[in-house]
Structure formats: C-alpha cells, structure tokens
C-alpha cells in the first residue's frame, strides 16, 4: 500500500509473490494506492527496471485505489508510511489487520517510512528496494503465522 500504487507498492508486491514462492508460501499478494490519481496506470518505469534487473518478474501491473472491502477483506495489510495506515483506519475503522513495512525491519526504529522514489533517480528505486527486502523475513514469518 502506497500512494498511487505505481512505485512502491508493485515493488514490494513482485518482491513478495517472488519470495514467497521461494519459500512455499500460499499467499495470494496483490497491491493498492490510497489514491486514485494513477488508476489503471503501469508501474514506474524506473521501478520495473530496478527490479527485473535484481530477477523480480513484474508484469502486468495496473494501479488501483483501495477501498474498505478489500481492507476487511485481506488477512494482512501493509503501508508504506504512516500517514497510509492513518487513511485506511478512516476508510476501516474496525480494521486490525493493518501494519508498516518497515515495522518488519529489525534495524529501522518503529513507525519508519519506505522511501519514496517517485521525485529522484534510479538510485532511490534502488533504495526502496534495499528497504523492501529488509522487511521480507519479518513479513514471511508474519504470514507463516497467518497460514
């Protein structure tokens, strides 16, 4: 969960779906903006190259808003920034299955934001990336838990 679902969100989805098929996880994973401003867009072209070049498969991504049925509806749901749980509590507000990415960083402090790419270069897609994986144990352990 992002802003417009066509930077970080897609990227820590096809991080997901890619990791957790490593590890023999059933999960269904999929990917949301808390604004409509991108819907139907495709992911950021810098994003994509990022991660096809680290091996992530990561076509046929279109962007889309979230809403309450699919907050309520998701055993797990996971922001980007504060400010994202924040607008999900207001679209849900009997959600509890809501955290942050960087939460599932042992080495960030508690309520750290992903970095946002969009307004940089390359190497902030990269960035972004670095963060995602850092999270990905956690969030397998967390899913495990789920199952």
């Known amino acids: 969960m992002c802003w417009g679902n066509i930077c970080r969100s897609p990227m820590a989805e096809f991080v997901a779906k ?8 059933d999960a269904r994973v999929t990917s949301a903006g808390v604004s409509d401003e991108e819907h139907g867009g495709p992911m950021d072209s810098r994003a ?16 889309h808003q979230i809403d309450e049925s699919e907050i309520m509806s998701a055993d797990l749901v996971i922001a980007a920034e504060p400010r994202h749980l924040q607008m999900m509590k207001q679209m849900a507000p009997d959600a509890d299955n809501l955290r942050l990415i960087r939460d599932y960083d042992p080495n960030c402090d508690p309520g750290t934001s992903l ?7 390359t190497d902030g897609f990269q960035d972004t990336l670095d963060a995602i994986e850092s999270a990905m144990p956690g969030i397998v352990d967390e899913v495990r838990s789920l199952a």
């Not at 890619?18 to 996880?25: C, P, Q, S, T, V």
């Not at 994509?48 to 962007?63: D, E």
């Open 115 to 121: 970095p946002d790419p969009w307004f940089g270069s």
């Open 48 to 63: 994509k190259s990022v991660l096809t070049s680290h091996g992530y498969p990561c076509s046929g991504h279109n962007a």
């Open 18 to 25: 890619k990791i957790f098929a490593d590890e023999g996880l």
